[in-house]
């Protein structure tokens, strides 16, 4: 497939979702309730959103200075944010950008940096996990209103669900290492990719690095309950609700990918809502007032990431090692 193309699929799955969520509401309707929503409120999400994108910067530090790369946090937090801008701007290439941006500020080779960025994403998927087996049953007894059937449900499943995830870590520990025992140009790139995978076993201490991951993950909870209490007409819902809509809009993100999870989001957020009991309309309103909350704010800090780092980003550094 040409690659313009590629880049512009996830745009036009983007616009048709979006526009199936919203084909019902009418705008002046969407208008009003957005009106309605309290400064206080939006503003306590926008500082959570700021929150999550700073305790990612820290995370990836840590994972960075287990490989012995001395980052600091602001240039980690720059990297991150001219990543996240890129990402918004072009599909798939907020990584890449943030790796190529910490090689030139601080000589981190790119094969280490990107394999740290994969040991976050399995940071992400294992709190994900821990997350979704406290909030599915809730969701389950939320729409089935029985508690004990969504319990026995999950208890049936998560032994199935632990064991893929151990076989696919497996896998991909087996990968790297037969990778590495290859000779040639790519031995080295393999290696540091490996490294930079398996930075979690290194980070000291873990246990608080393993909190981290939870947080990273409350606050984007905790931005979704202040957005519930923003709108009156979510005024009612609960954390139980916001951790709800956050695992389920996670994975189906993962599983239906958009550009900036536009349309997938409307989508899936307003029918998590519908579930637990709100209209369908100001489920979807909900849905479109969270989503341009919590992107617009997400935006704007990228934006300035995006131009710090064009300031600051010059010629390549050489690698350095702490002593």
């Not at 916001?242 to 349309?263: C, D, E, K, S």
């Amino acid at each position: 497939m040409p690659k313009p193309l590629r880049q512009l699929l996830p745009w036009l799955l983007a616009l048709g979702l979006a526009y199936y969520a919203l084909r019902n509401v009418p705008l002046s309707q969407l208008l009003a309730e957005i009106r309605r929503a309290q400064a206080g409120w939006v503003t306590l999400a926008g500082g959570l959103v700021v929150g999550h994108t700073l305790l990612r910067a820290w995370r990836w530090q840590l994972l960075l200075r287990s490989l012995r790369r001395p980052v600091s946090l602001s240039n980690a937090l720059t990297a991150l944010l001219a990543g996240n801008a890129a990402s918004m701007l072009i599909p798939g290439a907020g990584e890449l950008t943030r790796c190529s941006a910490l090689r030139r500020t601080d000589g981190v080779p790119l094969a280490e940096s990107i394999g740290s960025v994969v040991a976050e994403r399995l940071a992400d998927l294992l709190a994900l996990a821990f997350v979704a087996g406290l909030v599915l049953p809730f969701g389950a007894a939320k729409v089935l209103g029985d508690l004990q059937t969504s319990l026995s449900l999950w208890r049936e499943r998560l032994p199935l669900f632990l064991g893929l995830a151990i076989v696919l870590v497996l896998l991909a520990a087996a990968a790297f290492w037969l990778l590495g025992l290859g000779s040639g140009r790519w031995q080295g790139q393999i290696q540091a990719l490996g490294a930079g995978f398996t930075s979690i076993g290194r980070v000291r201490p873990l246990g608080p690095y393993l909190l981290l991951n939870l947080a990273i993950h409350a606050c984007s909870i905790l931005s979704l309950y202040a957005l519930f209490c923003a709108l009156p007409t979510t005024a009612g819902l609960g954390l139980g609700e916001a951790a709800l809509v956050f695992v389920l809009t996670t994975v189906g993100g993962m599983l239906i990918p958009t550009q900036a999870g536009v349309g997938s989001y409307h989508l899936l957020a307003s029918r998590v809502l519908w579930l637990c009991g709100i209209s369908l309309t100001d489920a979807t309103i909900w849905a479109t007032f969270a989503h341009a909350v919590i992107n617009l704010t997400s935006l704007l800090i990228s934006l300035l990431g995006l131009l710090l780092a064009v300031r600051i980003v010059g010629p390549t550094q050489p690698a350095p090692t702490e002593s």
